[in-house]
């Protein structure tokens, strides 16, 4: 990914491989558990990397443009849901019914919030960005989407905790 790319395109990009993800899950309806966690678990640190580094660059960039702060609010609200949502799936058996029943209410979530953001969110965003806005988003995403998949863990609610 060279630093000439619009934010907007490198995000959608990590759009897509999340659907394909979400995708791949819905496939292991009958598939055996163990190829169930392994994509979660790459799912859950693709999202958790990717919402911390979108508020970071992003967010952070469009909260101060008042007439973006709703929708920033509103996204970055809907960041900490699907977290809550990673957290309870990963206390649910990954075998259970009721986990693919969560999952696919995640995965509904999800795909609305992100086609909420690349078809109303983004272009409106598009319009109070300046070059330099630009050029720093794309850096600081790029560096702090690194780290902090990195660092992202598949964290469960206790199980008595978790939803029902």
Known sequence: ???????????KEDHDRHRNLLDRLLDTATAGSAARAAIFETLTKELKGHAAAEEQALYST???KPR???ETRHSVAEHHEIEEALNNLAATDISSDAWLTRFKELDHRYRHHIDEEENEHFPDFE??????DRAWMRSVFERRKREETAAAEVTPEKKEDAKE
Do not use: P, W
């Open 68 to 70: 973006t702060t709703a």
């Open 1 to 11: 990914m060279d630093g000439s790319e619009d934010i907007f395109a490198r995000l």
């Open 62 to 64: 469009m909260l101060r």
């Open 127 to 132: 319009r109070y960005l300046t070059d330099e």
